[in-house]
């Protein structure tokens, strides 16, 4: 199940990017964009905008797939976190990197692969 555009449609998108590029061109000669390049954690390189053009060649099940499901680009829950929250996980210190070691030290002795549940503790 491969994606398909028309080629009219393509040459039209191309035709648009190329202008809103150079919309673009004028904002960041007025002011600068924060970073020179955007990219993943994994270091991969973000493009500015992506278009139907950048996905021409991809197959909806090997390279998007349904929720729940390999590759896992919509999440790993089936029903997209409907039934169940996104969580957002985040790590607080207990002061200085010197004296949180000790509190991630007993996990990463057993090598385990769940996440270090570490309580915040806020002043009174």
């Given at each position: 199940m491969s994606l398909s555009y028309s080629r009219k449609l393509l040459d039209e998108i191309k035709a648009a990017q190329k202008k809103?590029?150079?919309?673009?061109?004028?904002?960041?000669?007025?002011?600068?964009?924060?970073?020179?390049r955007f990219t993943t954690v994994s270091g991969?390189?973000?493009n500015p905008l992506y278009t139907?053009?950048?996905?021409?060649?991809?197959?909806f099940e090997r390279d998007i797939g349904?929720?729940?499901e390999y590759p896992f680009t919509r999440g790993v829950q089936p029903?997209?976190?409907?039934?169940?929250?996104?969580?957002?996980?985040?790590f607080a210190?207990?002061?200085?990197a010197r004296d949180t070691q000790p509190a991630i030290s007993p996990s990463r002795e057993r090598r385990s692969d769940r996440a270090v549940g570490?309580?915040?503790i806020c002043p009174p």
């Open positions: 809103w590029q150079e919309n673009v061109e004028q904002a960041i000669a007025a002011r600068s964009e924060r970073d020179r991969r390189e973000i139907p053009a950048d996905v021409i060649n991809q197959e349904f929720p729940g029903s997209m976190y409907r039934g169940r929250l996104w969580t957002m996980r985040m210190g207990l002061g200085t570490l309580p915040l």
